[in-house]
């Protein structure tokens, strides 16, 4: 099987013919569904038939909604497999849904920060949009702005600071804009400095840490608080430490720097490294790290890996090379490497359930493609693992592929985050010349 590579810093794509021949035809089946707004808005209620925790959709949104479709209409017309027309109008119909469904929250993958980096990709193609994008792209800042995260400890929730709702996402995005007003510049030094401050010694007793979710923190769904009685550390890349860090690292690239900036940095990767299990593949990291009554922090050890971008081994070592590449730190670069290479050589013996990103093979294709350019072990498992996330394709489902949460439940969800527009785009990206920028919504990079 071929890969063309050119070496150790640039992208690396599959290039076997064969491949690439599936990878586009399994495409356009997804862009032949969701070619109208109308149809991913029959498709997103048909999804929500079918399962009872699929994403609420929600048009303006990135990850369950018509921005991530005009994403993927984008990047099938850079291909040449698609129409830039198409993704005009899905991109349309994501900014003028506002006008009913306002966007209220700044949040990378249902809120403003989210439509704005659809837009801008979009924007480098179709330069009219530019009007709308520098209007929400102030209006994300006015928002960061009017309500900044609170400082409380042992008041926290991940929604305050993570990849997909909180000040880590929408960091990561309000630090590529390029030539940023004073009001982002604000904007983006205020999420900063409050991941920063969340980065910093805790003041309260009881308190491991400012990331702290204690039980009256806790999403309303899953098992929490049997797992966790007295509170935990998230270590998933999605809701977690690892977000917090590669938005702070893309964040010190970029050059927004603030006073404490890398200390905090250098202290969460600390952190993280240590909260590493091993096994004979090498280290793995868990969901999250519980406390006791007293607040003290307790091993529980890692019974599996999730091989998933969400939670488990390859998201925290995406993380990690995040840092490593905005710091310059080779010997991080090397452990997220060994890391995500153990994973690989687990998922050998256990392959996610769904073909989605979210916690599914399209994401560690997507993780794979990532660590391509510094890792052997990743470039020599590309392809295999592109021929495995084809052959869930089902040409007889309304999108070819469907979300699998549980084993005999299919969910045929036109998202990009948990469905077939996901699946679309990290196929388009395997096969594709460059590292498309989307990627920064799970990478903070």
């Known amino acids: 099987m071929q890969l063309a590579h050119h070496g ?18 399994a495409v356009r089946q997804v862009l032949t569904r969701t070619a109208t707004t109308a149809q991913v808005d029959d498709l997103a209620l048909r999804a929500a038939e079918q399962s009872d925790t699929t994403g609420a959709w929600y048009p303006p949104g990135l990850t369950h909604g018509h921005a991530g479709s005009a994403l993927l209409h984008l990047y099938a017309a850079r291909a040449g497999l698609g129409a830039f027309d198409t993704a005009h109008d899905h991109i349309r119909e994501a900014v003028l849904s506002t006008q009913i469904e306002p966007l209220e929250h700044h949040g990378l993958f249902a809120g403003t920060s989210g439509l704005v980096l659809a837009l801008a990709d979009i924007t480098r193609d179709e330069p009219r949009f530019r009007p709308s994008l520098d209007r929400l792209t102030e209006q994300l800042a006015e928002q960061v702005l009017a309500a900044p995260p609170h400082r409380t400890e042992r ?94 690292a893309a964040a010190w690239e970029a050059g927004h720097r603030r006073p404490g900036h890398l200390e905090a940095v250098a202290g969460l990767t600390r952190w993280l490294r240590a909260q590493a299990d091993t096994d004979a593949h090498g280290p793995l990291w868990g969901d999250g790290t519980p406390v006791d009554e007293h ?66 093979l399209a994401g560690l294709v997507m993780l794979t493609l990532e660590f391509a350019p510094w890792s052997a072990a990743a470039r020599a498992h590309l392809p ?30 036109p998202g990009l985050l948990t469905g077939a527009t996901g699946v679309a785009l990290t196929l388009l990206a395997a096969v594709g010349d460059q590292r498309p920028d989307w990627f920064r919504a799970f990478l903070g990079r």
């Open 295 to 360: 607040g003290h922090e307790v091993s529980a050890g890692c019974a599996h890996d999730r091989i998933a971008w969400c939670y488990g081994t390859v998201g925290v070592a995406g993380a990690l090379l995040t840092v490593a590449s905005a710091t310059g730190d080779e010997e991080l670069r090397a452990a997220a490497v060994t890391a995500f290479e153990g994973a690989l050589a687990r998922a050998g013996q256990r392959r996610p359930l769904s073909p989605t990103l979210c916690h599914g």
């Open 155 to 248: 008041a926290v929730s991940d929604l305050d600071y993570d990849l997909v709702t909180g000040a880590a996402g929408t960091l990561a995005q309000l630090v590529s804009v390029t030539e940023p007003s004073e009001r982002v510049a604000e904007a983006s030094a205020a999420l900063a400095d409050y991941l920063i401050w969340l980065a910093g010694p805790a003041e309260t007793e009881g308190t491991p840490h400012r990331w702290l979710i204690t039980p009256a923190s806790y999403p309303p769904v899953g098992d929490y608080h049997a797992k966790y009685p007295h509170g935990y550390l998230n270590l998933g890349l999605s809701h977690g430490v690892p977000g917090v860090a590669a938005a702070l």
């Open 384 to 413: 295999e693992l592109v021929g495995q996330l084809l052959d869930r394709h089902e040409p007889d489902r309304p999108l070819g592929f469907a979300d699998l949460e549980e084993p005999g439940r299919p969910v045929d969800d």
């Open 8 to 25: 150790t810093d640039t992208w690396v794509r599959v290039a076997d013919d064969d491949l690439v021949s599936r990878a586009r035809t």
